[in-house]
Each structure stands twice: as C-alpha cells, then as structure tokens.
C-alpha cells in the first residue's frame, strides 16, 4: 500500500494551495481518505476527510470554509484545495487511508495508511 502526497510548497498569505493524495496498492474507491497536519513542535492535528464516495465531508473548524477536500476515485487520488492561507496552516500535511465504510474519522487512530507527509509554508 502507498500513499503519495504532494503539491506542498511556500505560500504568501492570504494565497492558496492544492495537495493531492494518490494511492496505490488498495481498493481505493472503498477506503475514507482524510488529512492530517504537524506543525513545528506541535501534536498531528486532523484536518479533513472524505468518504469513500465522496458524499460525505468533515473539516476541522480552523480550516472550514477555507479548505475543500475532494476526491477522484478513477484515478485514485483525492485532492485538499486550500485557500486564503494562514501562517498556522504551515505544517506538514499527510494523508491517511481508512478501510471502514462507516465513519469519516477525525482521529489517526482511524485510520490504516499513512503518506509520507508533503510540507506547506505559509509566510505573512
């Protein structure tokens, strides 16, 4: 199983950016995809994740109408677009791989697969 985030970088702020989440080595269209941050010196945080169908959507309240999660299930990808950034999104954000069909969880105990984890600066 690989996950395989990217699309990080240096953003002013205020500017966007647009993570992209692929997966390989699983039933991709059965599995919840969420993503997670780690910023400097601080505890993973969630920040948002997708159903398997893409129906259902959660965000954490620091980035709720500012981020919108995505997903394309015929090509195995999902995709955080993220707009109007802020210099406490900096961080490095991972995602994650949920196997159960029933929860779109907001915890990493949640979730079976991670990613490498791609980083995002946002300067002010």
């Known amino acids: 199983v690989q996950l395989q985030a990217c699309g990080g970088g240096l953003v002013q702020a205020g500017g966007s950016l647009r993570l992209s989440c692929a997966a390989s080595g699983i039933t991709f269209s059965r599995y919840t995809i969420g993503w997670f941050r780690q910023a400097p010196g601080k505890e993973r945080e969630f920040v948002a994740a997708?159903?398997?169908?893409?129906?259902?959507?959660d965000y954490a309240p620091s980035v709720k109408g500012r981020f919108t999660i995505s997903r394309e299930n015929a090509v195995n990808k999902v995709v955080l677009q993220m707009r109007s950034m802020k210099p406490e999104d900096t961080a490095v954000y991972y995602c994650a791989a949920d196997r159960s069909a029933i929860r779109i969880g907001n915890r990493g105990a949640h979730y079976d697969y991670w990613g490498q984890g791609t980083e995002v600066t946002v300067s002010s």
């Open positions: 997708i159903s398997w169908s893409g129906g259902s959507t």
